[in-house]
């Protein structure tokens, strides 16, 4: 039977997770890899609403670094209220150029990037949006398209992407693992998130 994934809708991988039958481990080429319960599922929608780009980017970013997000009803506010969104559109761009510098097996080869399942690498709201950027960056020869579908970062597009890299504190994020109930979101608010905040970090609350 066809699954689909419970945040973006996308046909994803569902498995049944170890820590018990109404938690659900989802792998969606969209979202990653991440973990999400039962009540979350059904709650994500209501909970959610015009923010779901912002969960996907999170979800997304986090699995791109080997970090296996766990969705539940008592961290979804947490989750979007640390996401590191881009600012801009130019910060979004920036978010795609770095996403193809990371991907890049050597400086010449071409990384496939899929409209329709990669737009939360710059936390697009549609995959339209994600589209409008990519074809922004060949525009102004951040990148170079060929064969369609498939980009390489231009010789500009590394210059920038070194210039990124240097002011990298500015847009780092910082994950805090930390257990996630309502008695410590005081904690977290007015302690972790406001330091790191202070010293230029995104933080972001794991558990
Ligand atoms: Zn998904």
Redesign the pocket.
Known sequence: MEQY??????S?KIEIDTNGKDVFR?E????GKFVITEEAQREVNHRVGSRLHIL?GT?REASERGICLTVTTSNIQSLLDSASIPRDPIEAMDRILMHVQRKSLSPHSYVQLYTQTDFPIAYAIVPDEFAFYLKKLVELSYLEEEPPGYFCLSINGWRHVIEVRKNERNSNQAFVAMWFHKSLYPVWKKGFKKALEELDFSPVRLI
């Not at 994934?5 to 996308?10: E, N, T, Y």
């Open positions: 994934c419970p945040l973006s809708g996308h994803a989802v969606c080429p969209a979202c996907l979800v």
